[in-house]
């Protein structure tokens, strides 16, 4: 079992930076798959970006592409999202998952089996 502690939220203007943090709690965090996901007031949580258990296989939502950076590093147990160019509808509350049922998780939830407690994201206009 992994516990998932996010860090890093916060508020930003239009065109800034933030970068959020995973920690993981265990010695087998190399096991997991792991990615990150989001949900905006009103809206259903939505698929951000993944990591294979490597980190050598990435996946990110095409609204993030090319903003958006996802690492690990699996000897500091951690998993980053580098978040450039934000922008207002990036706004939402963003979650750490991650799941041992696949070596890849993808944008499918079901592969995630552990998840944070959010961490809030604001990016004013």
């Known amino acids: 079992q992994v516990q998932l502690v996010e860090s890093g939220g916060g508020l930003v203007q239009a065109g800034d930076s933030l970068r959020l943090s995973c920690a993981a709690s265990g010695r087998t965090f190399s096991r997991y798959a792991m990615g990150w996901f989001r949900q905006a007031p009103g809206k259903e949580r939505e698929f951000v970006a993944a990591?294979?258990?490597?980190?050598?296989?990435?996946g990110y939502a095409d609204s993030v592409k090319g903003r958006f950076t996802i690492s690990r590093d699996n000897a500091k147990n951690t998993m980053i999202l580098q978040m450039n160019s934000l922008k207002p509808e990036d706004t939402a509350v963003y979650y750490c998952?991650?799941?041992?049922?696949?070596?890849?998780?993808?944008?499918?939830?079901?592969?995630?089996?552990?998840w944070g407690q959010g961490t809030q994201v604001t990016v004013s206009s």
């Open positions: 990591l294979s258990r490597s980190g050598g296989s990435t």
């Open positions: 998952a991650a799941g041992t049922t696949a070596y890849y998780g993808g944008s499918n939830e079901n592969n995630y089996g552990y």
